[in-house]
Nanobody, 112 residues
Framework: QLQLVESGGGLAHPGGSLRLSCAAA????????IGWFRQAPGREREAVSC????????NNADSVKGRFTISRDNAKNTVYLQMNSLKPEDTAVYYC?????WGQGTQVTVSS
């Protein structure tokens, strides 16, 4: 079973930045496309960003285009989500996903 572990969440001010990481235990992530999702209180989980196995193709939700960047370092077995120009509406639990498996999530709160 693929185990994904997110980290890097926390509190940021509007306009600030955070970088999330998604790592895998006992599996090599380079064989998998990876997605980031988020779920805000009272809302459905939504796709944020995804990246192909080799990192050559990425896709971002319209709500985060120009602000969030997904990348991967297969040598470190880690996928990143760089989040800049954060807004209060980015507040959510962020999840890493691949091939039907979810991480436990990391909380991101954007507030002044």
């Amino acid at each position: 079973q693929l185990q994904l572990v997110e980290s890097g969440g926390g509190l940021a001010h509007p306009g600030g930045s955070l970088r999330l990481s998604c790592a895998a235990a006992r599996y090599t992530l380079e064989y998998y496309a990876i997605g980031w999702f988020r779920q805000a209180p009272g809302r459905e989980r939504e796709a944020v960003s995804c990246i192909s196995r080799d990192g050559g193709s990425t896709n971002n939700a319209d709500s985060v285009k120009g602000r969030f960047t997904i990348s991967r370092d297969n040598a470190k077995n880690t996928v990143y989500l760089q989040m800049n120009s954060l807004k209060p509406e980015d507040t959510a639990v962020y999840y890493c996903w691949s091939t039907g498996f979810w991480g436990q999530g990391t909380q991101v709160t954007v507030s002044s």
